[in-house]
Each structure stands twice: as C-alpha cells, then as structure tokens.
C-alpha cells in the first residue's frame, strides 16, 4: 500500500475514533445534567448548558466568557457555586449553534489544569435571585482603608528574617505564620497571659507605621482607645486558619483587622447555622464589635482558589459587590495575605450580653453533658434528631475537616487517572471534593459537604 494511503486510512480512522470518544462523552455529560435535574433539547435554541465549564471544575467566568464570546454576542452566563456546568445565552441562534458545534469536545486551558467542555441546548435558562447577604450585627468592612505607599511601609516593619531573644513572639504555625507585639496569644489555652508583656523589640506595636493607621481608627470612630496588642499572620495560596471566637475574657470589645496583599474570603458562622462569606480586599480595615466579635466564628478555610462575585465593568471602580448574586460569581486565586489584627487587653471580666459564648461568665468553663436522645416514635421525631445529631454536626465541623483532608490519596489519584475519558464520576458523601479536580477529562457529580 502506498505511504500517502495509508497515512489518510490511519487519519480516517483516527477520526472516527475521535468522534466515537465524542459522542461517548457528550452522554456522559447528558448522564451528569439528568443528575442535576437539567432537561436539554434536541432543536437549536439560543441558550445552552456547558458540562464541564463550572466553578466546581476549577473554571473561572473570565476563561469561560472568553472562549464563548468568540462564538457571538452573550447576553447572560450563569455559574452556580460549586457546580460542574454553566448556563449561556446568546444574541442569536446563530451564535449558540456556531458555539454547540466548535466548542463541543474542545479544551479549555484554566491555570495549570484544561478541561473539557460539553455543550447541550436547552430550552431556557432561569436562576432564581436569592436575597442581598445581611453582614452580621456589628461587622464592618472598610475598604481601601490603607493607601498602597501605607500598605508597603506597613509590610516592611515586619522583619520575618529578624532573630530576637524572645522567641515566643515569632511562630511557624501549620497553616500560617505569626508575630505577636504588645503580649503573646497563646494558642494553647486561647489566651494572653496579661501579666508578662513580650520584651526588647516585641514589646509594643509598631510605632511609628501603625500609628496613622490607628488614629485614623479613632477619627472615624472605628476604635475608642488605642490598641496595646497585635497579631500579625501571613497566609500563603492555600493556608487558611479554623473557625474561631477571639476569646472574650483576653480582649475588650473591638477587634481589628486590616488585610494587606492578596485579597481572601473570611467565613463567619452564627450558632444557629447561617454563614456569610464575606470579601476581604487587599488595604480594606474588618471591624468586629458586638454580636459579630463576640458570638459569631470567624475563620478562612484553607484552599488555593476562593469564589467571589465578578467586577462588573459597568459598575464603580470601588463599587461594592452584591454577596448574594450567584450568577456574577468567579474564581479568584489567592496570594500571599498579611493581617494586622490590634485589640485591647481586657483587665476585668466580660460583661457581654452573650453569655452563653462567655468564657468569663461560666457558659464555657464546665458544660453540663447532653442528655442522650430517646428512640423516635413518628417521622417528624426522626426529622427533628437527624437535624440536630447530623445535619448541625456537620455544618458545625465542615470548614475543620476540609483544613485537615486536603491531599488526595495516591492511589485513588492513580484509579480516577485510569477511567477512559468521558466516564461519569459519581462522589457521593465527597467532603471537600479534592478528588474532583484530579483528572479533567472526567464528567464529576459531587454532594459537596462543605
């Protein structure tokens, strides 16, 4: 046989292989919209459900626009949180038809990973609007409260290289480093020992860096006295620290913190349940006073990529977001984070008007032990106990599991690396998902637990 005929029969075949493999994997993907509850059409529409091309796939609405943009005009593209797809409408049919055919089967290059895009018709595309986030009671964020030129002077009054005598002021923590200046917070016991400030130069704040900072604290009414305690942490791409209330018999009522570098997402969680995510810029100034400083938990679960809502190039440069428009949201990758947290050394016991998180007020010192539950007799009973033993359990443990199970084991990275390309990957009960983000050319379906 001639080498040109046989190169063209091996391109022939190849091809048709290729399109096998195509067609294997768009129903896959049909498998994984079914799951979700997502019906697609057979006729061409102006909207189309993108499998693969989701926030959970480590996508991000910049490379996702990007790429569809090339196809036509977008009027909308909805990104769920923590989902594997994407909703995309165009102008015109036209568009969407030109879309279904180019992108169907193509990789899209996110970051360091690619992964492949799956496109469906469907015949429309809703997202139901949830209410504006509510900051809890007490919080405020200040942003671009620091100039750059203060940003820098501030980062380098902290010498990580320096050596000094006391070194309990300077620690290398699992998910961080920190400073301390003023008095050391010990971790041990989530306290400060008042009677045994730190010495030679941890001995007070920063002085001549911190002080414009901290009057401009009082001017605006943020503070009313001067802060004699600081923490400095720095948080590299991935570090976080748990859930956590600054110990109400160590500090006075107001807490600040001011973020420099990277910008981060902070998590603050009420005993009943509710979360709010709330943004951190890099230069904003947190205020925690109240109910926010005192019963909520307040933590940044360790990952490399957070979600946030998307600049709207439409809107103020300085415009706030709105938290709670899950159809704007994008992945932003996290860089190194510097806080300065400044509180004030409580000398008398806290009176604060929630007792029950008051470690001065006994709540905390010696809980009484639970009564067992009784077996349930009806539905409702068996409701009411899985509500309170498994679902607030989870919630409550969910940001200190996904900090402690971060590396995926080998070898279930070495099984999802052997499936073909295209299968379905059903992670029912995943935790954090690590695994999700193992092999791109896997169609994953997650129960995500936090």
Known sequence: MDASVEINVKAVRRSKEDKKVL????????????????????QPTKSLVVANGGLGNGVSREELLAALKEMGEVVTLIMHPHKPYAFVTYRSEESARKAHIHLNGE?????????????????????????????????VLVEDFVSPEEEALLLAAIDWSSVNDDVTAQKALKHRRVKHYGFEFRYDNNNVDKDKPL??????????????????CVTNKHINIMPDQLTVNQYEAGQGIPPHVDTHSAFEDTILSLSLGAKTVMEFRHPDGRLVAVVLPGRSLLVMKGESRYLWTHGITPRKFDMVPACDPQSPPHATPDLGTHNNL???KRGTRTSFTFRKI?????????????????????????????????????????????????????????????????????????????????DVGCGNGKYLGVSPELIAVSDIMC
């Open 23 to 42: 067609r294997k994997q768009i129903k896959a993907s049909h498998t994984l919209l079914k799951h979700e509850g997502i019906s697609t059409s057979s």
């Open 107 to 139: 990789k899209l290059q996110c970051g360091e990973n690619s992964v492949t895009l799956y496109l469906s018709y469907v015949d429309s595309v809703t997202c139901k609007e949830e209410a504006p986030v509510t900051l809890p009671e007490g919080l």
């Open 199 to 216: 010495t030679a130069g941890f001995t007070v704040i920063p002085f001549i860096e911190c002080l414009p900072v901290l009057e401009r």
């Open 330 to 332: 994008t992945l932003s």
């Open 346 to 426: 409580r000398h008398e016991p806290c009176r604060c008007a929630f007792p029950s998180a008051c470690d001065s007020q006994g709540a905390l010192s010696a809980p009484s032990p639970p009564s067992p539950p009784s077996l349930p007799c009806c539905h409702t009973d068996a409701a009411l106990l899985e509500e309170e033993y498994v679902h607030r359990v989870y919630d409550a443990i969910a940001s200190h599991f996904s900090s402690t199970r971060h590396s995926p084991w080998p070898r279930v990275c070495h099984f999802l690396s052997s499936l073909p390309p295209g299968s379905v990957l059903a």
